[in-house]
């Protein structure tokens, strides 16, 4: 079939949209109708070289839509079936599937890094020649070819827009709160970053109980978002801004700091912000082949923790519907997080949009 796709072919060139072939899902595959993508800064780090991936591709990673067709032995969805795509897949029976750490499982590493389906080829193609799938979704087109374990049903009152972002941003912020750093009530948290998902963890840190929730960032309109979003304090991002932190917390540091840009200075930094004996999470993706100076002295004797949470440590077949659900019961203030809406010819404008800061999360949404 043939659809309208974004590509990337290099760093430092534009989104193209264009025409291309898309073969029907094969076996344990579905074919997904696109109805809305998030704008996420995961893609953009294509564009800058800070991610290296095979060429042509095509991005999308935060995506929701309906189910068109399924292929072979796939059970866990149908035609009709409303999804958030999953866009770290998991086997359920490894290692780590048997220990909750689905978000964890290597079974699909290989082909994801690839831009594969898990046969090693891809289902996209233009002029006969393979176009790679990026994060095994490459929703940015109306209509993908998935791996089944990447669809997760759920309720149709949801809408796709926020549907898309509970696949990635939402369930990232949050899950760091809720399952990562198990941020317990009355606790004091930093949050380095405002963007979608900075303002999730902001949102998960509130779920959580925590008395007070401190937002850092650049960018003054980021630091009203994050008011709206639950945070107690907005300090706008300087040299002196770890004394802030401290005066807010009688002068130890916070209890939670997360880093949700992905910046080794600041991950540095946030090491400085959490009192001793306090837990550092690491949220934002850095890029490849980037270090942080983080001293072993200095967390020995100040028994400080630092930890990692990927997409959330998220278990995405329990926590997609949970966070919906709490979406749906008001507790989760999804809609604020949509800043604007854009069609996919606008992919370009969308990501400038990001990159001034001005949004909290962007949307593409397809025709229906």
């Not at 893609?43 to 070289?49: N, P, Q, S």
């Not at 866990?76 to 999804?83: A, I, K, L, W």
């Not at 001793?276 to 002295?297: H, W, Y």
Request: glycine residues 10%; negative net charge.
């Amino acid at each position: 079939m043939k659809i309208k796709a974004a590509v990337f072919y290099e760093a430092g060139v534009p989104f193209q949209i264009e025409e291309l072939d898309l073969e029907e899902p094969r076996q344990g595959e579905v074919l997904v109708k696109v109805a809305a993508a998030g704008v996420c800064h995961s893609d953009w780090h294509l564009m800058t070289g800070a991610t290296k991936h095979a060429t042509p591709v095509v991005p999308g990673h935060e995506g929701a839509g309906i189910v068109a067709a399924v292929g072979e032995k796939v059970t866990r969805v149908q035609p009709g079936d409303h999804v958030a795509l999953n866009w770290a897949p998991n086997c359920g029976e490894c290692f780590y599937c048997l220990h909750d750490k689905p978000s964890l499982c290597d079974a699909y590493v290989g082909p994801i890094w690839a831009g594969t389906m898990m046969d090693g080829t891809t289902r996209l193609s233009k002029n006969r020649e393979p176009i790679y799938h990026f994060s095994a979704l490459a929703c940015f087109a109306d209509y993908t070819v998935v791996p089944e374990q990447c669809c997760v049903k759920l309720d149709k009152d949801v809408p796709f827009d926020v549907a898309a972002l509970i696949g990635c941003a939402v369930t990232t912020g949050v899950g760091a709160a809720l399952n990562t750093a198990k941020v317990e009530p009355g606790s004091s948290v930093a949050v380095f970053g405002a963007g979608g998902v900075g303002l999730s963890i902001i949102m998960g840190a509130k779920l959580s109980g925590a008395s007070r929730i401190i937002a850092v960032d650049t960018n003054e309109t980021k630091g009203n978002l994050a008011k709206a979003f639950g945070a107690t304090d907005i300090i706008i991002a300087r040299p002196d801004t770890n004394d802030s932190i401290r005066n807010l917390t009688e002068g130890r540091g916070a209890d939670y700091v997360f880093e949700a840009i992905g910046i080794p200075a600041v991950q540095e930094q946030c090491l400085d912000a959490v009192r001793p004996g306090g837990t550092v999470v690491l949220v934002g993706i850095s890029s490849m082949g980037s270090s942080a100076n983080l001293p072993g002295a200095l967390i020995a004797r100040q028994e400080k923790t630092i930890t990692g949470s990927y997409y959330g440590s998220a278990n995405t077949a329990r926590d997609f519907p949970k966070y919906a659900g709490l979406y749906q019961q008001g507790l989760l203030d999804l809609d604020r997080l949509i800043s604007r809406q854009y069609t996919l010819e606008q992919i370009n404008e969308a990501y400038a949009d990001m990159l001034k800061g001005e949004t909290a999360r962007g949307v593409i949404i397809f025709p229906a």
